[in-house]
């Protein structure tokens, strides 16, 4: 008895310590995720967008849903306000609604991104002598409904518009407003992409293509503007509730768009690519860890589902 309790117990010390290690390092990975869940989604970061970066911010896309949501939240932080969007109208009626809610000054310049040969020097001129400290890339234009690649209406139209307005207002934008911030050594740039940049997104291959590569020139610009004082945030969020996505309510997973931006802003200076909300974050995360093979069945039968009930809709109306 004797004999084989000294034959094994430096075994089983040796194991029981291994054990405790494992432990002890799941419990540290544990805390340390509870920790940064609690510092983006609870304390945040609230003091990182404000009129400290400049006066003032510029939104494309400014007139609905995320965009209009951005220029109301840098608004009610004491920023004037750049609006940018197609309709002239549109454009009036947000800055008024903008002045009556926060007595902050805006500005407005009608430009339809469709047609890059004529506005990026109107939009150069307008913006001449502002001390811009936010942009945000917000406009962009989705499928009506989920579609194979060749099956797409009017497919040559949409691949134009799309790539002009998803991708290219991005990096002309930042072209135009890069250098001021750069000069004065401050700024934040926040890029709307979207989760299917994190997915390969079946039936929606050009604006999933796109959300990609916003995302990309957005952590890259990260890096080589870091040291520069410049901060760059791709956000990839999942549904919000806006007449681009056009589902009957907002719930829990499907935020308004003032709820995701109060979210989103708070993030700048935390998280250089993130979902932007705490739900949309989990998907986020589920869809980097699954095998591939598992998000795409997943994203192909979800998409399925969405062409039929939005042809159905589409019909009824
Ligand atoms: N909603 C979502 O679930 C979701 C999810 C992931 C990513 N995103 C991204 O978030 C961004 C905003 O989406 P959203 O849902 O807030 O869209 P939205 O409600 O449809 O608003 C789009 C805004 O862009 C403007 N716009 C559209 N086409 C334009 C053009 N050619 N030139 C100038 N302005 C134009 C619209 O102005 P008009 O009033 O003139 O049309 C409107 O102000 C997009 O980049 C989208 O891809 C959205």
Redesign the pocket.
Known sequence: MEDSDSLWSPWASRFYWLGVAVVAFWVFLLLRYVRYIFRLWIIGNPGAVGPHLGAWAVV?????????AYAEELAKRGMKVVL????QE?LDRVAIEIWAKYKVETKTIA????DPETIYSNIEAGLEGLEIGVLVN?????YSYPERFLDVPELDKLID?MIN??CLSVCKMTHLVLPGMVKRSKGVIVN?????AINRCPFLAV?SAT?AFINFFSLCLSIEYKEKGIIVQSL?????F????NLPNPNLFRPT?ERYVKYAINTVGLEYETAGYPLHELSFWFYRLMPRWVTEKILTRVMLYAKSYLLKKQKEN
């Open positions: 494309t896309g400014a007139t609905s849903g995320i965009g209009k940018i969007s197609r309709s549109k430009a339809d991104f469709k917000n406009v962009g234009i989705a518009n307005i998803n709307m992409s979207s989760i299917t604006y959300k990839a969020p999942e549904l919000v806006t007449k681009m996505v768009p």
